[in-house]
């Protein structure tokens, strides 16, 4: 697998942005390369359970002065629509192919088209609320 850009989002409110080419939504470890290591740096380990959501991105900086929309519009992504909220109150709207709250998590594709996010990785400790839409 290619690396890929994620920003990793932990319970407690860390952010650690960097590379990774190992996560898999079956695992419970995964391996990153933050963007401030060395080239040669082999990564560090990643346990998700620690984790808020993993956020795979356009690219690192993000426009923070973009305001997401929440509502769906035009053509969606295949999946069933969902509001996911964080026991920190954030809130994401987007669609998802499985929900089982028995896993680990679930891949969310956001409803806006233009956010950062190109789909987010829902730890499901972290939310204090879900409902389909």
């Not at 990643?46 to 923070?64: C, R």
């Amino acid at each position: 697998m290619e690396p890929v850009k994620v920003v990793m989002r932990y319970a407690d409110g860390r952010i650690v942005k960097g590379f990774t080419s190992d996560f898999a939504p079956n695992k419970t470890f995964f391996h990153i390369s933050p963007l401030e290591s060395a080239a040669t740096d082999k990564g560090i380990e990643i346990s998700v359970k620690e984790l808020k959501a993993i956020f795979f991105v356009k690219d690192f900086t993000g426009d923070a002065s973009y305001d997401e929309n929440k509502q769906f519009s035009g053509t969606q992504p295949p999946g069933r629509k969902v509001e996911v909220t964080f026991f920190d109150n954030e809130v994401l709207v987007g669609v998802t192919l499985g929900y089982d709250p028995s896993r680990i998590g679930f891949f969310l594709t956001p409803a806006d088209p233009q956010s950062n996010n190109l789909r987010v990785f829902v730890v499901s400790s972290a939310m204090s609320k879900f409902r389909y839409l």
